[in-house]
């Protein structure tokens, strides 16, 4: 199953929420030979902004069609010979994504300088949902299918990521990226919260991995070189 097949409500849904990704991946370097494969919560923000500096051209979705179609002009898929992907560890992942989710629907007035104070209704709501958006959507929904026949590089995130990307991509402009603004603050303190809870019931943790096992099949069964 690759993300074409989703519902349609659930395409709606993640449309709205601001979901850039489709089937023909998010950046396509400038002969037209690779493409960058983003997924959500895998750095895909700040490497695309690396390769945009580098002139790679990104790929949209038809507004119209969701997330059916690249809206490139001329856009030959066929010409692809090597796909960019970077995976995540899935708790890390869904940590980061459903912290992202829950501090954009909390008020500032729920963090003081040491904790977050969490909803237990909405506690209970990610525990029990886990997959609220594009951010928490697994990792394989974004890569089945896509370039069957290309050589595909996979690369892990961690604090090499941006020097392994750009040593193998051979880019030349590096960026200053940086969110560590207010909204980063509080996500940052959510994090700590759920983190928090799911080591006082070790449960969650098997319940979180059990969601993604695929996505965990996907990072045994390839080779991350970088």
């Avoid at 490139?72 to 994504?97: A, T």
């Avoid at 829950?102 to 029990?128: C, E, G, P």
């Avoid at 991509?169 to 960026?175: A, H, K, M, P, R």
Wanted: glycine share 4%; charged share 25%; proline share 3%.
């Amino acid at each position: 199953m690759n993300i074409t097949t989703l519902s349609t409500e659930r395409q709606k849904k993640l449309f709205n929420q601001g979901l850039l990704f489709n089937i023909h991946g998010q950046y396509l370097s400038k002969d037209s030979k690779t493409v960058f494969l983003g997924i959500p919560k895998n750095a895909s923000s700040f490497i695309g902004e690396l390769l945009h500096k580098n002139d790679w051209n990104i790929m949209l979705n038809d507004e119209n069609k969701f997330i059916n179609e690249c809206t490139m002009d001329g856009f030959n898929p066929n010409s692809v010979n090597e796909s960019i992907i970077i995976l995540n560890d899935p708790i890390k992942r869904w940590i980061s994504g459903i912290s992202q989710y829950a501090s954009s629907i909390m008020t500032q007035h729920a963090v003081n300088d040491t904790i977050v104070i969490i909803d237990k209704n909405l506690l209970d709501m990610m525990f029990d949902v886990i997959d609220v958006d594009d951010h928490t959507l697994p990792q394989h929904y974004y890569l089945d299918g896509l370039y069957p026949n290309t050589d595909k590089k996979y690369f892990w995130v961690n604090e090499q990521l941006e020097y392994n990307i750009m040593k193998y991509l051979e880019l030349g402009t590096t960026i200053a990226y940086s969110h560590h603004d207010d909204s980063e603050i509080f996500r940052n303190k959510f994090k700590r919260a759920i983190i928090s809870e799911m080591d006082a019931n070790p449960s969650l943790y098997e319940k979180i991995k059990e969601y993604y096992k695929l996505d965990y099949e996907l990072i045994n069964l390839v080779d991350i070189q970088y």
